[in-house]
């Protein structure tokens, strides 16, 4: 399993999502640490947590997600 998940995300329009989002992404069991950024929307998660359960998480703070990686 790869250290490091990529994700697409869109729907993040400003900097407080871009805080909802690591904060979301933080929060899922395995993950070290998630950089997001806001322009390209995306994000780099280390850690060994699921890429499902990240998606999910995104979702769940009100942003869409995929996998890149
Ligand atoms: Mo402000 Mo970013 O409502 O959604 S947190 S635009």
């Not at 697409?8 to 395995?30: D, F, N, R, W």
């Not at 322009?39 to 997600?65: F, M, N, Q, R, T």
């Amino acid at each position: 399993m790869s250290s490091e998940t990529r994700l697409k995300i869109t729907g993040m329009t400003c900097g407080h999502c871009v805080a909802h989002t690591k904060k979301a992404l933080e929060a899922v069991p395995g993950v070290v640490e998630a950089d997001v950024s806001l322009e390209p929307g995306g994000a780099v998660v280390k850690g060994e947590a699921s890429a499902d359960a990240l998606v999910a998480a995104v979702k769940d703070a009100g942003y869409e997600a995929q996998v890149e990686s």
